[in-house]
C-alpha cells in the first residue's frame, strides 16, 4: 500500500516514491475523442444567426415582399421591400448589389424577363421600373390617362400587387388590386402600354376566379369560377398536378388528369407562398411562423423543413440551376438592426 500525502485542503499528491513503473504509451493507445465533444464543437461551428441558412441579404431596412431569382445567373437575385427600394444582390458576395430606386411606396413585386436581360419592378405606387440585369435604369412605366375608349383602364387605386413577364417574348404585365391590369411590349423607351395582339392572359384572383384575356381587347373571353376553394397561392407544375395552399394550413397537391387530391399536407401555420423545385417532385411552401417546408409532390411526404425566419415567409425562388432556395420575410419592425425583413438562401441541390 502506498503511503499518499494528504494536503490540508484534502488533496492527495502521489510522490516518487511511490510509482511502481513507468510505461510509454503509442498514439494507437491513446481513447478516441467522446462523441460529446463532437457534438459540442458542432454547436460551437453554428450560427444562430443564419438559421438553416448558408446567406444572409440585409440591404433592406423593412420587410422583404419580393423576390426573384435570375433565370439565367445561378448567383444572382432581385429583392424589394416595404422601405421603397429594390436590390440586385449575388448570393455569397456581399460586396456587391445595386440599388433599384425610383419608387414612392412598398415594392411588392419584382421579376426577371425570361432571357436574364431585364428585371421589373413593381409598387404600391402604381409604377412599373424596368432595369437591365447590372441594376441601369431603362424606362418607368405609369398608368396611361383614361380617356373614352380607355374606361377599363384607369390607374389603379391601390396600386400594384405583381408583375410578369411573357416566356418568351419582352412584354411586362402588372395587376393591381382594384382588380384591372396592364401591359406593356418591347419598346420600353417609349413608356407606354400596350400589348401585341394575338396573345392571350390568364390571371387569378381573390374573387375566386380564374380568368382568360384577350391581350387585343382587354375583355375576358373564359372565366372559371364558383366552386373554386379559396387559396392564397397557385402553382401548376410540368407533369399533370397542382399545389395550391392557403390560410386552411394545408398544402393540396392536386392530380389534374383526375380533378382531385393527390395529397393533402397538414402544415403549422398558413400557408403564404409556393413554388415547385424545378422539374423536380419537390414542392417548397413558406408558411407564416417563418418556416419553410419541402414536400414530395408524389407522396405528400414532408422531406425538409428550414428555419431562420422568424416572420411571415413574403416570397419564394429557385435558382436556375436549382442549387439554392431563396425567401424573403416581414419585418416585425422598421428598425435597420433588426434581424427581420431578410432575405436567405438555404441550399437544395439534394431535391433536384
Known amino acids: 500500500m502506498m503511503d499518499c500525502e494528504i494536503a490540508e485542503d484534502g488533496e492527495v499528491y502521489i510522490e516518487d516514491a511511490d510509482i511502481i513503473a513507468e510505461t510509454t504509451l503509442d498514439d494507437e493507445d491513446l481513447p478516441d475523442c467522446s462523441d460529446e465533444d463532437d457534438e459540442y464543437d458542432e454547436q460551437a461551428d453554428f450560427d444562430e444567426d443564419l438559421g438553416d441558412s448558408i446567406y444572409k441579404f440585409t440591404g433592406h431596412t423593412s420587410g422583404v415582399f419580393a423576390l426573384a431569382c435570375s433565370p439565367t445567373n445561378p448567383l444572382l437575385v432581385a429583392t424589394g421591400g416595404g422601405d421603397d427600394r429594390g436590390f440586385l444582390w449575388k448570393i455569397g458576395q456581399g460586396d456587391w448589389g445595386a440599388e433599384l430606386g425610383g419608387h414612392k411606396d412598398t415594392v411588392t413585386s419584382i421579376a426577371f424577363s425570361s432571357d436574364g436581360q431585364f428585371v421589373a419592378s413593381g409598387g404600391f405606387d402604381s409604377v412599373v421600373n424596368v432595369w437591365d440585369a447590372s441594376g441601369n435604369f431603362k424606362c418607368k412605366l405609369e398608368v396611361p390617362v383614361p380617356d373614352e375608349k380607355m374606361k377599363k383602364k384607369a390607374p389603379p387605386t391601390g396600386g400594384f ?7 418568351t417574348d419582352h412584354v411586362v404585365l402588372a395587376g393591381s388590386n382594384d382588380f384591372s391590369f396592364f401591359g406593356k411590349t418591347n419598346d420600353f423607351s417609349a413608356g407606354m402600354w400596350g400589348l401585341n395582339t394575338g396573345k392571350t392572359i390568364c390571371t387569378g384572383s381573390s374573387d375566386l376566379t380564374l380568368r382568360i384575356w384577350s391581350s387585343e381587347t382587354g375583355d375576358p373571353i373564359y372565366v372559371v369560377g364558383g366552386n373554386i376553394c379559396k387559396f392564397f397561392r397557385l402553382i401548376f407544375h410540368f407533369f399533370p398536378c397542382a399545389a395550391t395552399g392557403g390560410e386552411d394550413e394545408k ?3 392536386w392530380d389534374l388528369e383526375r380533378s382531385s387530391p393527390r395529397s393533402i399536407c397538414n402544415l403549422e401555420s398558413e400557408v403564404t407562398c409556393l413554388t415547385w423545385i424545378g422539374t423536380s417532385k419537390y414542392v417548397a411552401a413558406g408558411c407564416a411562423d417563418g418556416d419553410i417546408v419541402i414536400w414530395d409532390g408524389l407522396s405528400g411526404d414532408n422531406v425538409k423543413t428550414f428555419r431562420g425566419h422568424s416572420e411571415c415567409i413574403e416570397s419564394l425562388s429557385v435558382s436556375c440551376n436549382q442549387d439554392f432556395l431563396v425567401s424573403g420575410s416581414a419585418s416585425a419592425s422598421g428598425d435597420a ?9 438555404f441550399e437544395i441541390a439534394g431535391f433536384r
Do not use: K
Open 161 to 167: 400587387e405583381w408583375v410578369s413577364w411573357h416566356p
Open 251 to 253: 398544402l393540396v397537391i
Open 337 to 345: 438592426t433588426d434581424s427581420h425583413g431578410t432575405a436567405r438562401v
